[in-house]
């Protein structure tokens, strides 16, 4: 017998199985300054990157760029910003 997993809604609806791709986080970087940060991780070609951070700052400008197996984040401390260390999180949904 098969082996599997399904979840349905009231109405009987699969809102999830074992084909549903969900949020996976792969890792985090620290930021301790304005700069050019990348990361290369062949997992994601697993689904479409995303990237949050542990921290929001008023100020601070982060821009994430991915190409194939990089993701490459520029921050930057806007004219009137405030800054402090903090995380950058990424993963693929």
Not at 25 to 48: C, E, H, W
């Amino acid at each position: 017998m098969a082996q599997g997993l399904e979840v349905f809604n009231e109405n009987g609806d699969t809102i999830i199985n074992t084909s549903t791709q969900t949020t996976s986080i792969l890792g985090n970087i620290s930021i301790s300054g304005a700069g050019t940060y990348t990361v290369t991780d062949s997992r994601f070609s697993l689904g479409n990157p995303f990237f949050l951070s542990d921290e929001f700052y008023n100020g601070v400008n982060v821009v994430g760029i991915v190409s194939g197996t990089t993701y490459t984040f520029t921050v930057t401390v806007l004219q009137q910003g405030t800054y402090n260390p903090f995380r950058i999180i990424y993963g693929v949904y």
